[in-house]
């Protein structure tokens, strides 16, 4: 080895990896280069009141005294509070969607299981079922359970509200039928 090649250590990735961090860190993370370490902790605070926010109630809500509205208000007007709190709310939504899509897709696969077992459970009765016990309202008891079933395992019953399509077959279950 020469003595112009380097050798990497684990303080020189540690800088790197570091440097690459704060790089990647957004407009609400990071203190600006002239923004004061007090004029950063404020912001955060600001930052932290929600879509609701103002520098009069965070003041208050933090126990500010009101003689500092003046250095606030000119930090949040040259260190663009407002710009950066509008990033992290934008941020912040983006993530509480990411969560609840992610929650979804989590409750609809447990759903599916519950009714692949239920579907395996029915099958398993469908099958000890004698026809010649079976009377009309118990069949069409089963077809409409069927049919419920299917509407929701293929979110049709969302779309309830809509008329049928041309060709589609519409099947209407009514009391006054019982029995007939």
């Given at each position: ?149 299917d509407s929701f395992i293929t979110g ?25």
């Amino acid at each position: 080895m020469g003595e112009k090649d380097t050798v990497e250590t684990s303080a020189n990735i540690n800088s790197e990896l570091n440097s690459e961090k704060t790089e990647a860190l957004q407009s609400w993370e990071k203190r600006l280069s002239s923004e004061p370490p007090k004029a950063f902790k404020a912001f955060c605070l600001f930052r932290a009141m929600g879509y609701k926010r103002s520098i009069k109630a965070c003041m208050e809500m933090n126990g500010i005294e009101p003689k500092k509205y003046g250095s606030w208000a000119r930090y949040a007007r040259l260190y663009r509070w407002n710009e950066r709190a509008a990033a992290y709310d934008e941020y912040i939504a983006k993530e509480t969607e990411r969560e609840l899509l992610a929650e979804r897709v989590e409750r609809r696969k447990r759903q599916m299981e519950m009714l692949n077992g239920f579907d395996e459970l029915v099958a398993k009765r469908l099958k000890t079922l004698e026809p010649e016990k079976l009377d009309a309202d118990g069949a069409m008891d089963l077809l409409e359970r069927s049919a419920k079933l299917d509407s929701f395992i293929t979110g049709a019953d969302k779309e309830a509200g809509k008329a049928p399509v041309q060709g589609e077959l519409a099947i209407s279950f009514v009391d006054s039928f019982k029995g007939v």
